[in-house]
């Protein structure tokens, strides 16, 4: 009786159940691929923008440090140099003051007059004597003449050259002090890249014009050697020349010489009445 009763429940439990039924999960590699595409890309843009702050700190790193000036610049490295000053000079007897006053302005006016009031001038050859003098004699003092026109010329030049550095010496001065003083300042506008550059170009200027200056120094002073020069040259080509007028010349001039001394002693009367 108790086995039929089981069997009855066992097939009333088998009639309740609802019958089930097996489900395959579906796998798409295009999405997967996709996935792992964006990962590298997600993974890329990570790694460059860590490489791109490296590079902005240490960029900023870079720019703190170049901006970092020493406080004590001026203290330290500034130096003291000879100036220009205004030439002054005794002016006894008033012919002095126009040399002085061309040193010190560079006018050519004044170089004219400084070495026209100070220089013992040279005065004109008589033109009457001159035409009677022989050809060698008139070269001669050609030459002469020329030497001290060509001294006048270069003196005068050298004056003025000199004026006129001296008398821009104030100005070039100053602007040498206002860089001088931006180089050393702590100011952070003056210490930036392009005020260091504009200060390093003025510098290559500055250099410039006083090497502009020093070359016109030099050429003066060359042309003073010249005239120098042409002094020592005419010196020896004078020598020269009377030497080879005397070799041309030695035989008649002692002939001439004893002709007159013959002639001289043939007029001497040994007598003693005088006859």
């Not at 000036?69 to 205004?86: C, D, E, G, I, V």
């Not at 030497?147 to 010329?153: I, K």
């Not at 120098?228 to 005397?246: E, G, H, S, V």
Request: glycine share 4%.
């Amino acid at each position: 009786m108790r086995t039929v009763r089981y069997c009855f429940f066992f097939f009333a439990l088998c009639l309740a159940v609802t019958p089930s039924y097996a489900q395959w999960a579906v796998f798409d590699a295009s999405n997967l691929a996709e996935a792992v595409k964006e990962y590298k890309q997600l993974q890329q843009a990570y790694t460059t923008a860590n490489q791109t702050r490296d590079q902005i700190i240490q960029s900023y790193n870079l720019a703190h440090y170049m901006s970092r000036m020493p406080q004590n610049l001026a203290q330290r490295y500034k130096s003291q140099f000879a100036m220009w000053t205004n030439l002054n000079a005794p002016n006894t007897y008033g012919n002095t003051s126009a040399w002085v006053n061309a040193l010190n302005t560079g006018l050519s006016q004044q170089s004219s007059a400084g070495y026209s009031a100070a220089v013992v001038q040279v005065n004109p050859y008589p033109q009457s004597g001159f035409g009677q003098l022989d050809t060698n004699t008139q070269a001669t003092i050609q030459n002469q003449y020329a030497t001290s026109d060509l001294a006048q010329g270069m003196t005068t030049g050298a004056l003025t050259a000199l004026g006129q550095v001296r008398s821009h010496s104030e100005s070039l001065n100053q602007q040498i002090t206002n860089l001088e003083a931006d180089s050393y300042s702590n100011d952070p506008t003056q210490q930036s890249e392009m005020a260091v550059l504009a200060k390093v170009n003025a510098a290559n200027l500055i250099q410039l014009h006083s090497q502009q200056d020093t070359n016109q120094l030099l050429s003066a002073g060359i042309q003073q050697q010249m005239v120098a020069q042409k002094q020592a040259i005419d010196a020896q080509n004078r020598t020269m020349n009377q030497t080879i007028y005397f070799l041309q010349n030695f035989t008649g001039t002692m002939q001439k010489i004893n002709n007159g001394v013959s002639q001289s002693i043939q007029s001497i009367s040994f007598s003693t009445n005088g006859h």
